[in-house]
């Protein structure tokens, strides 16, 4: 069956330094991988999507990579902040207009001033 | 507004009695999901509504389970006879569903009901 699994449930690391989130997957080909925010007592805000056949995608400090082969997403947050703590999700969709998204379960950051 | 609306945003409910939660989606969104979140833990798909079509309700967790959307639109999931175990968050999500393959899927969630069943 589908699986998708996220490096791990909590990471902590050091304001300024780089946060890389780990997203495998296995028993499927997505077309697209995304990655979403939550907050506490808030529902998932989407921040970036990423195409089977793109590599990379940045957008201002997030950079997403996307390996097929590996069937690996990283996500990566340059210059950490405080302010970017929460749950970091990412999600499969595949190329059928009938298939549903599927969720990983999260990775919690916490980036410590 | 111009998001996604679920009420009530809290709702405590005794054991054995029934519930119903709504969610309505942001406009023209043809793609709406029901998912439960239990504390600290990840999303838990139930239910999956897209156009005119037969949802999939290959997450829903039991016969006591139920949800439907009205003219596309709105949408009520409804728990029967709770148990102190369908405590969590469940949140609503929609989106547009561009339509052909390789389709956009970005969702739009809504703030969550909490349900606490006593």
């Known amino acids: 069956s589908q699986k998708i699994e996220q490096n791990s449930e909590a990471l902590n690391i050091q304001e300024g330094k780089t946060a890389t989130l780990t997203c495998n997957y296995t028993n499927y080909s997505p077309a697209y991988l995304q990655w979403y925010r939550q907050d506490p007592g808030r529902g998932p805000v989407f921040l970036l999507l990423i195409r089977e056949n793109e590599k990379e995608k940045r957008k201002e400090r997030l950079k997403v990579t996307f390996d097929t082969t590996l069937k690996q997403s990283l996500f990566h947050i340059t210059a950490s902040q405080p302010a970017d703590s929460a749950t970091y999700l990412c999600a499969l969709d595949g190329a059928s207009s009938a298939s549903k998204i599927i969720f990983g379960s999260g990775t919690r950051l916490s980036i410590r001033p | 507004g111009a998001g996604v609306s679920q009420s009530p945003s809290n709702k405590v409910t005794e054991k054995g009695k029934d519930v119903e939660l709504r969610c309505d989606p942001i406009s023209g969104h043809t793609a709406l999901y029901w998912y439960r979140q239990s504390l600290g833990q990840g999303l838990e798909f139930l239910i999956y509504?897209?156009?005119?079509?037969?949802?999939?309700k290959s997450g829903l967790p039991s016969d006591r389970f139920s949800a439907e959307r009205t003219g596309g639109s709105v949408s009520t999931l409804t728990i029967q006879r709770t148990q102190q175990e369908d405590s969590a968050v469940y949140l609503c999500?929609?989106?547009?569903?561009?339509?052909?393959?390789?389709?956009?899927?970005?969702?739009?969630f809504g703030a969550g009901t909490r349900l606490s069943v006593l």
């Open positions: 509504f897209q156009g005119n079509s037969a949802p999939d």
């Open positions: 999500a929609s989106s547009p569903r561009l339509a052909g393959g390789g389709a956009k899927n970005i969702q739009y």
